[in-house]
């Protein structure tokens, strides 16, 4: 099993360290590096990249910034020289946190960290395409619900919103990043910050927006780009590839 990783250092000699270690690892495959965390966002919604290694201190936009901008399935590990931003980095729920000078023991030790958490996420997802329900606890009950009837997930501060094809919504008190490791990212999507939907569910795509039914969903520009490679993998006619979303 390999990790496609990005390396993130506005200091080109951290860059290249961090490149000569990775490029040691065997199960991590680079996929790139930016000296700044605006490139880096463009990078990482092109790129596919599963994990990365994210200096906190640049400027315009730093890593702590720019983690909060990712998907859930991408993962960070910081590298920085700053131990005051420990408590941050562990807020956002980092897979690791490296102060530099960086060794390379040090390095495996995180990277072998991931190694093992991509494992355990890519199994559960191989669990989850077998799942038919998941309980949800709402109010002081514990309610069943069938998974392929989820057309979209409403994130509303603290908890979500599950809407279903059968009966009301029902309210949870959970993350959209929670409940996204329990679904399969093949049929439920990420659209919008506070949206998840079921794929299987969209009527039609109108401009930004998902239409389930009656109801708009809205596709943020961040999502754009990821929703219509989902898309795109279910077109049948021989019209060209979507590229992106007309406005």
């Not at 496609?4 to 065997?26: G, K, M």
């Not at 990420?190 to 969903?217: A, D, L, Q």
Request: hydrophobic residues 40%.
């Amino acid at each position: 099993m390999t990790i496609r990783c990005l390396i993130v250092d506005d200091e080109p000699l951290a860059l290249d360290l961090i490149e000569s270690y990775v490029r040691q690892t065997p199960f991590l495959e680079l996929a790139g590096r930016c000296s700044n965390a605006i490139d880096a966002l463009a990078a990482i919604e092109k790129g596919n990249i599963e994990l990365v290694f994210l200096d906190i201190q640049m400027p315009k936009l730093n890593g702590i910034e720019l983690s909060r901008l990712l998907k859930e399935e991408t993962r960070i590990i910081f590298t920085t020289a700053f131990e005051q931003y420990a408590l941050d980095g562990y807020k956002v729920d980092a897979l690791d946190y490296l102060l530099k000078p960086i060794s390379y023991p040090e390095f495996l030790k995180a990277a072998t960290k991931a190694h093992k958490w991509f494992a355990l996420y890519r199994a559960n997802i191989s669990e989850q395409a077998n799942q038919n329900s998941i309980f949800v606890k709402s109010d002081y009950r514990m309610i069943q619900l069938d998974i392929p009837d989820i057309t979209y997930i409403e994130g509303v501060k603290d908890y979500i919103r599950i809407h279903t094809s059968k009966g009301e919504p029902v309210m949870t008190l959970m993350s959209m990043k929670s409940i996204g490791e329990y679904l399969n990212p093949d049929t439920f999507i990420r659209v919008h910050r506070s949206f998840i939907v079921n794929i299987n569910m969209i009527s039609s795509i109108e401009k930004s927006v998902v239409k389930i039914g009656k109801t708009s969903v809205p596709i943020s520009d961040s999502y754009k780009e990821s929703v219509m490679e989902k898309i795109n993998t279910r077109i049948l006619t021989k019209q060209p590839t979507i590229n992106k979303l007309h406005e």
